[in-house]
């Protein structure tokens, strides 16, 4: 079983900051990839960051140059910094990771969504 619980969402003006953790916790042997998704109402769940175990990231087309992905592999804990924010990026962000657990299967989990409103 592998858990991910994720903090720092919250209610920002446009142009504000806010940043986003989830940390991994469980049966964990090594996480491959951590990343972000947002799913906003009506509309489906969408990839926003995705940064791999070599630090190889991946942006949507939507966030890059706003939003920064790290990860710290020692404490499984991956980050989202998320500057100049707008309205258009309301939505419940969810933390996905993805590696081999101690017993060495695959897993795949999300964490259970945090809210990030952007609104003045």
């Known amino acids: 079983q592998v858990q991910l619980v994720e903090s720092g969402g919250g209610l920002v003006q446009p142009g504000g900051s806010l940043r986003l953790s989830c940390a991994a916790s469980?049966?964990?042997?090594?996480?491959?990839?951590m990343g972000w998704y947002r799913q906003a109402p009506g509309k489906q769940r969408e990839l926003v960051a995705a940064?791999?175990?070599?630090?190889?990231?991946n942006y949507a087309d939507s966030v890059k140059g706003r939003f920064t992905i790290s990860r710290d592999t020692a404490k499984n804990t991956v980050y989202l910094q998320m500057n100049s924010l707008k309205p258009e990026d309301t939505a419940v962000y969810y933390c996905?990771?993805?590696?081999?657990?101690?017993?060495?299967?695959?897993?795949?989990?999300w964490g259970q969504g945090t809210q990030v409103t952007v609104s003045s």
């Open positions: 996905n990771a993805d590696g081999i657990s101690t017993t060495r299967d695959w897993f795949a989990s």
């Open positions: 940064i791999t175990s070599g630090g190889s990231t």
């Open positions: 469980g049966s964990i042997r090594r996480t491959i990839t």
